[in-house]
């Protein structure tokens, strides 16, 4: 996992949440250049408009963007 930008989003203390709408993660996606886990809509919405990762500003794109899937 990369590092919290000093400027980046920060992480909210419950790790199930997602750190842009501060949910629990809705269709849980990876941005692979940091490793970050948001909600799909939240996190194609923000790269999309700033071009990255909103937690350690790193340069991203929607195609940087992985679904997780995993078993309940």
């Known amino acids: 996992f990369r590092q919290v930008a000093k400027d980046g989003l920060p992480l909210p203390t419950d790790r199930t949440l997602c750190p842009l709408c501060c949910q629990k993660r809705n269709n849980p996606s990876v ?9 799909y809509s939240c996190i194609f919405k923000s790269v999309s ?4 990762c909103p937690v350690t500003l790193m340069p991203a794109t929607v195609e940087q963007i992985r679904r997780l899937f995993h078993d309940l």
């Open 49 to 52: 408009q700033h071009k990255r």
């Open 31 to 39: 941005l692979s250049v940091s490793g970050f886990v948001f909600c």
